[in-house]
């Protein structure tokens, strides 16, 4: 709601400001009034006394929760009353010149039972009509028959809203897990508590228990404070609204908000998981045969299925249940993507006996079998780690549970980050000699954040005492430390150093030691990028990490460096200056000298292309540039103007990349910090290498190669690696005479623009 104005009558009484800054249940009631108050006074200036006609809210302000900046779900209610037209005009326009979002509908009893018939979403709202003005019982017969039409249709109606609703989550994600989340459409938000009371007025469960309505109130809360910390209408809460949100609603900070929030959305969501099945089981009810038997399919050891969920079996309950039974449990659901039921759930929380530490070889062998189900692991562990479970398996896991991750790289907090990596990792098992250990590196490799240290080598030790608890042995312990100590290592030196300099190779080989490890990185590298999200891998990385485990594999084997790929013959070969186009992939050949990569990344930047990655190397005396990009903007250049523009470029024609000068480039949204250059002197065999860690911005390319070019020194190589808002560009210089200093000097300027 915005303050009133323009040529619509105050609400009496109200304090407009007080009434838009207003958090939690008093100040959204208040708001409801004022409205109220308002839109009687409009309706009584423009309707005659007469009956047969209502106006009436539904949405927000119909359920007395109007956030700050909401927008208002009227409908103007007519028994057949000529000139209504007219009536609804003049009440919509001075709405309208007030300055509110409106959405409005005119429509008799009939007309409205009839489109709720047929349109899932309108039956919802319908069941929150509340009335405000006008002819209250008009309001009360629509009220009254949209109710009963509900219970009577429910059951077919569900289908329909269940399909919507799945449509709506994976349009926007999941709220627990997002970092920034819509509060109203993610899965979990406030659109799923309406779809809840939708459910449970059809009768078919009560879902809306107090938990849920206390999630419900603090969400509404949080939406609340996002309204005014940003002063209108948003939903989504993105990282810079954080801070702001968390001081109203009087939260440590950022981090603290997010994680109520997700707290608060795993309980909508699961609570909507349950009145789903519970919908179900009516159906199956209904059509299951006359004697009213349920039909029970065994599906693992202990563990059987009944009207589409997993119980367990009455051999499985007794005196003393086997410790690894939810376990197993769990394993039997991510592998037939069947849901746990909700009293089988409850049943393991409280009778299910802790796991003695080194678990026994069943537990430690389902959670194996948990973790490689692919897909169908997410479900069931959220499911488990709902009810307790997990926290019986893994003490560590509080500390990692909603744990914001800041990069803007992550998707995901760190708990779903790790059982999506897991997820992930279930893709490379066939590739490697121990698909155990890959399953069981890439759920912990990143245990360590959240602690004080790089999250690499703290994590390491915190891996090796879970791997020591669930039975591993010895050696199969070193090797899960290892390997999350350096999970990292294929990717950043894949992307910042030169594959081609044996120094990089035997690096990598010496820190690996072996061909097994060697394998396990690259499936953990490949399942880790993808849980984290799409800005973080790519078919160009993906080839830098696949050639640089190739030749590594070869140092390994023979302890001979292979051969680098052999360029394409007609950028070696052919006539100079060369230009190929592909997709997004920019190549350049041209006379090795000074400035040109300066050159070729300014041409790109005056065209609107971003560089993701970028390789130069020289091959033969001619120079070879490489660039992965993609449009600023998503529409990608003309493709005979950049080659023309990219031809002159390297030629030498200054004009082009003079166009660029001037003109500024914001940093993107990055780490905040400032940027910083860190020298790696024995990182290469015959160069010293420069790296960048910096903000992203329009041309930041350009301008560092121009400024290494001014202070003299050369680029052999390069790498440029973008992640998110920030990048990582390492440089090979050679041949500078200015100092390092100079150079440092020269570099942070041209990154802080």
């Not at 993610?186 to 939708?198: H, I, K, P, T, Y």
């Not at 998981?273 to 006359?290: E, L, S, T």
């Not at 560590?396 to 059982?419: A, G, I, K, Y």
């Not at 279930?426 to 959240?450: I, M, W």
Request: with cysteine.
């Amino acid at each position: 709601m915005k303050t009133t104005g323009g040529s619509a009558p105050a609400a009496v009484g109200v304090d407009p400001l007080v009434v838009v800054e207003g958090i939690g249940p008093a100040a959204r009631a208040a708001r409801s009034d004022a409205l109220d108050a308002w839109l009687r006074a409009l309706f009584a200036s423009v309707a005659p006394p007469a009956a047969g006609v209502a106006l009436v809210a539904v949405g927000g302000l119909g359920r007395r929760q109007c956030a700050p900046y909401a927008d208002l779900d009227l409908v103007l209610l007519h028994a057949g009353v000529p000139g209504i037209g007219d009536l609804a005009a003049a009440l919509w326009y001075p709405i309208w010149d007030a300055k509110l979002g409106l959405d409005h509908s005119v429509r008799t009893v009939p007309e409205a039972l009839s489109v709720a018939h047929d349109d899932v979403k309108v039956a919802l709202g319908l069941l929150d009509a509340r009335h405000v003005a006008g002819d209250a019982e008009l309001t009360a017969q629509l009220a009254s028959a949209a109710a009963d039409q509900w219970r009577r249709t429910a059951i077919r109606q569900l289908p329909a809203l269940r399909s919507v609703t799945t449509a709506r989550w994976e349009a926007h994600g999941e709220l627990a897990f997002l970092l920034e989340g819509d509060l109203k459409e993610a899965a979990g938000g406030l659109r799923d508590v309406g779809v809840l009371r939708g459910i449970a007025l059809s009768g078919v469960t009560d879902a809306l228990r107090p938990a849920v309505r206390a999630a419900h109130l603090r969400l509404l809360d949080a939406r609340d404070a996002l309204h005014v910390a940003v002063g209108r209408r948003v939903d989504r809460l993105v990282a810079q609204e954080r801070a702001a949100v968390a001081s109203l609603l009087g939260l440590d900070d950022g981090d603290a908000l997010l994680r109520r929030v997700a707290g608060d959305a795993r309980t909508v969501a699961n609570a909507l998981d349950d009145a789903w099945r519970a919908a179900d089981r009516v159906r199956v009810i209904r059509r299951r045969a006359a004697d009213g038997k349920p039909a029970r399919r065994p599906v693992a050891r202990d563990v059987v299925e009944q009207d589409g969920e997993l119980v367990l079996a009455r051999t499985a309950i007794g005196a003393r249940p086997d410790p690894s039974l939810s376990l197993r449990v769990a394993a039997a659901a991510a592998t037939t993507r069947l849901p746990i039921s909700r009293a089988t759930c409850e049943w393991l929380a409280a009778y299910c006996p802790p796991l003695p530490s080194p678990w026994p070889v069943a537990a430690r062998s389902a959670l194996v079998t948990l973790l490689g189900a692919g897909a169908g692991l997410v479900p069931a562990w959220e499911t488990c780690d709902r009810y307790g479970l997990v926290d019986g398996w893994l003490p560590e896991w509080p500390r990692m549970r909603s744990l914001p991750q800041h990069n803007p790289v992550h998707r995901f907090t760190l708990d779903r980050h790790l059982v999506q990596a897991a997820a992930e990792a279930a893709g490379f098992t066939r590739s490697v000699d121990r698909p155990d250990l890959l399953l069981l590196a890439a759920f912990l490799h990143d245990v360590g954040k959240g602690l004080p240290g790089d999250h690499s080598t703290v994590g390491a030790p915190v891996a090796a005492a879970v791997a020591t608890r669930i039975g591993l042995p010895a050696d199969d312990v070193d090797l899960i430390a290892k390997l999350v100590r350096l999970h990292l290592l294929l990717p950043e030196v894949a992307t910042r150093r030169d594959l081609s300099d044996p120094k990089t190779i035997a690096s990598v080989a010496a820190a690996v030691g072996d061909a097994t490890t060697l394998d396990l990185l690259h499936g953990l590298a490949r399942a880790d990028a993808l849980a984290t999200g799409p800005a973080a891998w790519s078919d160009w990385k993906g080839r830098l990490v696949a050639e640089l485990v190739r030749r590594t594999h070869t140092a390994l084997d023979t302890g001979v460096l292979p051969a680098l790929p052999t360029p394409d013959p007609a950028l070696v070969e052919g006539p100079l200056p060369a230009v190929h186009l592909d997709g997004d992939r920019v190549a350049v050949a041209a006379a090795d000298r000074r400035g040109l990569l300066a050159a070729v990344a300014g041409c790109l930047a005056l065209h609107r292309l971003d560089v993701l990655g970028a390789d130069v190397s020289t091959v033969s005396g001619r120079a070879l540039v490489e660039f992965l990009v993609q449009p600023r903007y998503g529409t990608p250049p003309d493709p005979i103007a950049l080659t023309s523009d990219l031809r002159r470029a390297v030629a030498g024609d200054v004009s082009v990349t003079q166009r660029l000068r001037g003109r500024g480039g914001r940093p993107a949204a990055g780490s905040g910090a400032p940027p910083r250059v860190v020298w790696h002197r024995d990182a290469a065999t015959d160069a010293v290498v420069l790296e960048l860690r910096a903000a992203d911005s329009p041309a930041l390319l350009y301008r560092v190669a121009a400024a290494l070019d001014e202070a003299g020194a050369a680029v052999r190589a390069a790498r440029i690696s973008t992640l998110g808002g920030d990048v990582v560009d390492a440089f090979y210089l050679v041949g500078f005479g200015s100092g390092e200093q100079a150079v440092e000097a020269a570099v942070l300027a041209a990154a802080q623009g």
